[in-house]
């Protein structure tokens, strides 16, 4: 079992950049697909970007191509997500997730683990 912390959230202009963090706990978290997702008021928790446990293979969803970037630390057991040139539309509580099957997912219902989100405003 993993224990995921995120941060880094907070209020930034249009254009303007976070970088969220997301800690984990226990001994295996190279053993986990990680992922991104977000939640906007009324909408679904929608995939914005994974990364694979081995290979660190990365995965982004299309809005966010090119402008987020996703990456690990296997040794800290953290996972990064660094975000420029954002936009009012990435608003959301943006959520870590920990994936302990065979094959990277991009549906948040396939992520076995989950933080308790922190929340990103860009005003415009």
């Known amino acids: 079992q993993v224990q995921l912390f995120e941060s880094g959230g907070g209020l930034v202009q249009a254009g303007g950049s976070l970088r969220l963090s997301c800690a984990a706990s226990?001994?295996?978290?190279?053993?986990?697909?990680m992922g991104w997702f977000r939640q906007a008021p009324g909408e679904e928790r929608e995939f914005v970007a994974a990364?694979?446990?081995?290979?660190?293979?990365?995965y982004y969803a299309d809005p966010v191509k090119g402008r987020f970037t996703i990456s690990r630390n296997n040794a800290k057991n953290t996972v990064h997500l660094q975000m420029n040139s954002l936009k009012p539309e990435d608003t959301a509580v943006y959520y870590c997730?920990?994936?302990?099957?065979?094959?990277?997912?991009?549906?948040?219902?396939?992520?076995?683990?989950w933080g308790q989100g922190t929340q990103v405003t860009v005003s415009s």
């Open positions: 997730a920990a994936d302990k099957d065979w094959e990277v997912k991009t549906v948040a219902g396939e992520y076995d683990y």
């Open positions: 226990g001994r295996t978290f190279s053993s986990y697909h």
């Open positions: 990364i694979t446990r081995v290979h660190e293979t990365t």
